[in-house]
């Protein structure tokens, strides 16, 4: 309630405050038309006196100064045309100094020495000299600053500038600057003292309001950068230490960082550059609540865009050491505040870290001392806890990835993992995330063991439970998708030197191993293929004769098998027996392609005992013993003993499988195994033959118990299916699949599709009309092929 009727009370004395100041202004108005001198003057001194008031907040107060700042500039222009007329301009100025009031007075005073500078009776520097001066005289800190803003607004243009009209003698352009400098010193004081006037209560109200009116103290800065004549001799030598010494004396927080802030916007970007000493000097001065790293910050941010502007300007840094000195700046700064949070010293340094990439992009000693920096600041904080300060952090490192988009040159940052180190597990494992983005995006390939190790050390929050994280904290889905960067991850690893690419394969291998079992199935799976590549490689290097391998290379494909097989075996542990049976087989293959018999059958051998003693699921097993049949096909290496110790096994497989559908499937699936194309040794049609009457008969069971269960014989499909095998094996040439054969199980199927019992499923029925249509077109080829099938009669 007090609020609000002290709101409403403000906007009385405004709104009265106003009233006087129009009724006053008519009568000046009308004293103007008529010439009226005096009482011009006496009207516009009564309609100033509203501004006396000190019921006003500073920004109803701004409401009443901008109507009576209108007025003022009407007066202004009577003065002129009073002046035109032979009015004596000093007469003026002597008149208005007889205004009762001191405010009304020097706001008259400061109207009429505008148009006294303008007639050019008097030098410019003495006016402004008397008017700064004689402004001493308003102490109340609203009051004072909105005058004297009023003296900077009507002087602005005034001032004894070089090339200006109002130039004087040799010191100028200084009369200009202390002008400038002796408004914005009052001023500041005046700013500064509005926090004690008042109750202690109200101070948060007090720093609101003052926060208002900065704009009034940094125009007079802003003026300052104007002038022509300010080179970076006088800058360097009176306008900085002036302005610094009045910034760092005044110990007040608000005006210092806005203070700071403004230097650093309004003047050029190379006189920052020539007087970092000295700007710099100031920051440990400065009060320990102030802001410093956004001053600092803002400072590094604008010196970088003027290295960016030109490449001429990079020998500028170079010859003032500009790196040095915002770095031992940097370290002062945080010494001096002591109790500065994490996140100023972590935005402190991502600021620096940034200033270096891009004005010092080829030293990366530069950007390794930066972050050397930090870790020494940090060290004994432990882990980073406020999750801005980490995100900094985050910002900080991928910097260097930003800038060069190349892991391989960040990997030579020393201080890198150091850094890292003061991440929490979750933190770390985004860095991680960001490293491996890093490096797909740029398809960044690593060549040597040495920098996967330093890679790995990066990433270990992916490839290991940090502060002993359990997982079931994880999210499942987040999880995987690590999981699956990190597989994406291995495959960037190469390097066309055998050996090297061992040892990566080996540094690899010693990471993933220590990621608990529930990982291995995502980081498994990249390394085998990772280390078949590297067996064909070899093998392809043996076949052209450029490197064979013999006994005396230390990277054989028999080496890197056996290394396979104790990592597969690693996957029985979590378990994951469908995955390493698929390995196992892969694996199989690889050897195969190395003509290395026993190797090849190894793997067939563990890859049958997981069949038998790991693979219980039915929809697994079948899933399985297809692979195996697959595998098994494509292998040559084999003698007949071996082969035939797994095909029999295959076979056996098969024909156990739980539901008859699945067994006769794999069954007539094992019949490739006796016929393969281009190999003479391996078609033996009768045993083809065998495991398609095998397949037959299963197939007549399935139906007999659909009969027997459902009362009805059930789909045709399998017969249809092992139609298309004996029209396969017919084609190839086998000497016991006779057309005979092929003719009956096509009069079979006709019989059950036909049978009252079961209508035909319309897929069946499309299956079996392909199947004949594809026999037609075979007979209509002509040639052998026609011959052979122009005996089936469809």
Known sequence: ????????????????????????????????????????????????????????????????????????????????????????????????????????????????????????????????????????????????????????????DKLPDIGSEYEGDADTVRDAVEFV?????????????MQHQGPAREKEKREKERSELRDLVGKNLHVLSQIEGVDLDLYKETVLP???????????????????????????????????????????????????????????????????????????????????????????????HVDMPVIG???????????????????????????????????????????????????????????????????????????????????????????????????????????????FELIKGLIEDLDGTLHDEVDEEDFKEEQNSVSRLIQMFHNEDPEEMFKIICTVRKHIMSGGPKRLPFTVPPLVFSSLKLVRQLQGARENKENPFGEEASTTPKKIFQLLTQTIETLLNVPAPELALRLYLQCAEAANDCDLEPVAYEFFTQAYILYEEEISDSKAQVTAIHLIIGTLQRMHVFGVENRDTLTHKATGYSAKLLKKPDQCRAVYACSHLFW???????????????????????????????????????????????????????????PQITVASVQSLIELINTEMQSDSTPAEPATSAFFASTMRYIQFQKQKGGAVGEKYEQIKV
């Not at 303008?118 to 004072?144: F, H, T, Y």
């Not at 400098?181 to 003292?193: D, H, P």
């Open 1 to 156: 309630m007090m609020i609000s009727d002290g709101v409403e009370d403000e906007e009385k004395y405004l709104a009265a405050g106003i009233a006087g100041l129009q009724q006053n202004a008519f009568y000046m108005h009308r004293a103007l038309d008529s010439n009226n001198l005096r009482d011009a003057l006496k009207y516009s001194a009564q309609m100033l006196s509203e501004l006396r008031t000190s019921k006003l907040s500073p920004h109803k107060y701004y409401a009443l100064y901008m109507r009576a700042f209108d007025e003022l500039r009407k007066l202004e222009m009577f003065f002129k045309e009073e002046a035109r007329r032979g009015c004596s301009i000093i007469d003026l100025y002597e008149l208005v100094q007889h205004a009762g009031n001191i405010l009304p007075r020097l706001y008259l005073l400061c109207t009429v020495g505008s148009v006294y500078i303008k007639s050019k009776e008097a030098p410019s520097k003495d006016v402004l000299k008397d008017l700064v001066e004689m402004s001493r005289g308003i102490q109340n800190p609203v009051r004072g600053l909105f005058l004297r803003s009023y003296l900077s607004q009507v002087s602005r």
């Open 181 to 193: 400098l002796q408004n914005f010193t009052e001023m500041n004081k005046l700013w500064v003292r």
């Open 242 to 336: 002036r302005v610094l010494e009045q910034v760092v004396n005044c110990k007040d927080v608000l005006a210092q960082f806005y203070l700071m802030d403004c230097m650093i916007q309004v003047f050029p970007d190379e006189y920052h550059l020539q007087t970092l000493d000295i700007l710099l000097g100031a920051c440990p001065q400065l009060q320990p609540s102030v802001d410093i790293k956004t001053v600092l910050s803002q400072l590094m941010e604008r010196l970088s865009n003027y290295a960016a502007s030109s490449i001429e300007v990079l020998p500028e840094f170079l010859q003032v050491e500009a790196f040095a000195k915002l770095s031992n700046a940097i370290g002062k700064v945080i010494e001096a």
């Open 345 to 455: 010293v972590v935005t402190l340094y991502s600021s620096l870290l940034k200033f270096t990439l891009h004005v010092h992009p080829d030293r990366l000693d530069y950007a390794d001392q930066v972050l050397g920096s930090f870790v020494k600041k940090l060290s004994g904080k432990g882990k980073i806890e406020d999750s801005r300060a980490t995100k900094q952090v985050v910002a900080l490192l991928s910097a260097p990835l930003e800038k060069y988009n190349d892991i391989v040159t960040a990997l030579k940052l020393t201080n890198y993992p150091r850094v890292m180190e003061f991440l929490d597990s979750a933190t770390n494992k985004v860095m991680a995330t960001v490293i491996i983005q890093s490096i797909m995006k740029n398809t960044t390939h690593i060549l040597t063991s040495e920098k996967v190790e330093a890679l």
């Open 676 to 734: 393969v194309d281009d190999q003479e040794n391996m078609k033996d049609g009768e045993r083809v033959l065998i495991c398609l009457k095998r397949a037959l008969r299963i197939a007549n069971a399935a139906q007999q118990m659909s009969s027997a269960t459902r009362g009805s014989t059930g789909s045709a499909t399998l017969f249809v299916e092992i139609l298309n095998k004996y029209l396969y094996f017919f084609e190839k040439g086998n």
